[in-house]
């Protein structure tokens, strides 16, 4: 037997005033649009001869109507897989979940549910016209079940599911159709602005564009209030099914996951996906979160967020330190258990679905041919990838030695000139630059390597050992590149680190620097 739920918390007003405004939204734009073919019809009907500007003002007002009137008729939604969609056969134990959080509030399971990659789930009702023919649909995010234990993901399907107990999904239609027609008519209507200098015509234009745009804000900060409105009611709900401690630390994992993922993405990822190889993503993500600077700056993130106090009239979402106080005031009236064990264990052959994630935004074939690879095989396989890198730019580094480093800083602008651009990207200056000291960092890296220091590597986290000691390139080479090294600091370390007089385009002993 499920929790005992309190008294449905009602939304009636806030809801009917919702749904008034979508009305009033319809109603001020077709009023505007009548007034505009209306008023300079009336004037050229009462006048005997009517002059240029009333004909002008007339054709200029049918042209805007037209715009306007065609801006607000509805549009199909055509909903686009986010993701690969799964079903119970192949993850039996997460859909247990969703059928336990769906069973305790009385609601029929989304129709689709998919696989996102992001570090969020959202449900929603999509397709059909303003509302109607639509069916439910829920995202659940990878990278969300990598940072989440069971019941911190338990705690976020039972607020996602409290949306369509409350009914937010049958409303959010409306607002959004609604959202949508109003950008639709102003982005419209701004296209037209060359076709609206004339004369008197550009004065009622302008002050249509006025009127329209000054509804457009009260329309959407009044909406999102109600938007607020309904997370404050769907966390109270999720802390009366798994108690308020899971909700809290699952909003603050999210938080801090959802900054991290892009920049992990970005540096641990999408490098390996480049030369051929597919690292495990969710159990990199995990390590990632907590290498000793990561958490240290996720950390720092949550922090600044918990004292944010207020949010734009724009954002959906409550503020994060507001939710939280929320939560505390509820009570737990469920056991807390499975903190420890990691929401990803619901799913089965979690390669599997990496793999069709990465194939939503390439082909099957070109995953396919991407070669498997452990965090633990890194340290093997990374110097491969780096002699490939630096053998293939040779000609960049010419007869550069790690003690020449410093000299060349001024030229890193040249070099990354002559460092072909990615298919289908054209770089900034400033990348290009950063791509130069990329190639020497790798290259330096490999050296020391090949001079018997061990690397270890983990995602967000990577050192060079010796015995004792701890090297790390990315900090000696930053050092530099920030004036923070001198030259004869750097030419020193290079003597210790035992790579003084290797090429670095090869393992040919070099000249000493001019």
Same mark, same amino acid.
């Given at each position: ?155 976020? %399907? ?143 993130? %949550? ?14 979402? $409550?503020?994060?330190?507001? /939710? ?10 469920? $056991? ?65 030695? $790690? ?18 651009? $990615? ?53 000696? %080479? ?24 290797? /090429? ?11």
């Amino acid at each position: 037997m499920g929790p005992m739920l309190p008294r449905r918390r009602s939304l009636a007003l806030l809801a009917i005033l919702a749904l008034a405004m979508v009305v009033v939204s319809y109603t001020v734009v077709i009023f505007i649009a009548a007034a505009c073919v209306g008023l300079p019809l009336l004037v050229l009907m009462s006048s005997g001869s009517p002059g240029v500007q009333t004909i002008i003002l007339l054709v200029c007002g049918i042209a805007m109507a037209g715009t306007m009137l065609w801006s607000l008729v509805p549009r199909r939604d055509k909903f686009i897989e986010p993701g690969p969609r799964i079903n119970r056969a192949s993850h039996p134990r997460l859909f247990d979940e969703l059928e336990y959080i769906a069973g305790i509030l009385n609601e029929p399971l989304p129709e689709e549910i998919f696989l996102i990659a992001q570090v969020n789930a959202f449900v929603t009702d999509r397709g059909g016209i303003m509302g109607f023919g639509s069916r439910r649909v829920m995202g659940i995010g990878l990278p969300l079940l990598g940072v989440l234990s069971v019941t911190e993901f338990r705690a976020v %399907l039972a607020h996602e599911f409290a949306h369509y107990y409350g009914g937010d999904t049958r409303l959010g239609p409306f607002v959004y159709k609604t959202r949508q027609a109003m950008i639709r008519t102003i982005q419209n209507m701004a296209s037209m602005s060359d076709l609206m200098q004339i004369a008197v015509a550009q004065l009622v234009y302008r002050l249509v564009m006025w009127i329209l745009q000054g509804y457009w804000n009260l329309f959407f900060r009044s909406t999102q209030l109600i938007s607020r409105a309904q997370e404050y009611r769907a966390d109270e709900l999720a802390c009366h099914i798994t108690g308020s401690e899971p909700l809290i630390s699952g909003l603050k994992k999210i938080s801090g996951g959802t900054a991290a993922f892009p920049p992990y993405w970005s540096f641990e990822i999408v490098p390996f996906l480049g030369n051929g190889y597919r690292p495990a993503i969710t159990e990199g993500f995990e390590l990632f979160i907590k290498a000793p600077e990561i958490s240290k700056q996720i950390d720092q993130h %949550l922090e600044t967020e918990l004292q944010q106090t207020k949010t734009s009239p724009y954002d959906s979402h $409550p503020p994060l330190r507001d /939710r939280i106080a929320a939560a505390k005031l509820l009570p737990s009236r469920q $056991p807390v258990t499975d903190l420890a064990t990691p929401a990803r264990t619901l799913l089965n052959d979690l390669p599997s679905e990496e793999a069709r994630i990465l194939a939503m935004s390439s082909s099957e074939a070109q995953v396919s041919a991407l070669k498997p690879l452990a965090w633990n095989d890194v340290p093997a396989i990374l110097p491969r990838i780096w002699a490939e890198n630096v053998n293939n730019n040779a000609h960049l580094l010419g007869n550069l030695t $790690p003690e020449c480093v410093p000299d060349i800083i001024s030229k890193l602008p040249e070099i990354g000139s002559r460092i072909p651009d $990615p298919k289908g990207m054209l770089l900034r200056p400033e990348q290009r630059t950063g791509r130069a000291a990329e190639l020497i960092g790798t290259a330096l890296a490999l050296a020391i390597v090949n001079a018997g220091w061990q690397l270890h590597m983990t995602p967000g986290e990577r050192y060079y050992e010796l015995g004792a000691e701890r090297f790390s390139v990315r900090e000696f %080479l930053g050092g530099l590149l920030a004036n923070k090294i001198s030259r004869d600091e750097w030419v020193q370390r290079c003597h210790a680190l035992k790579i003084t007089g290797v /090429r670095l385009a090869g393992p040919v002993q070099a000249a000493a620097c001019p």
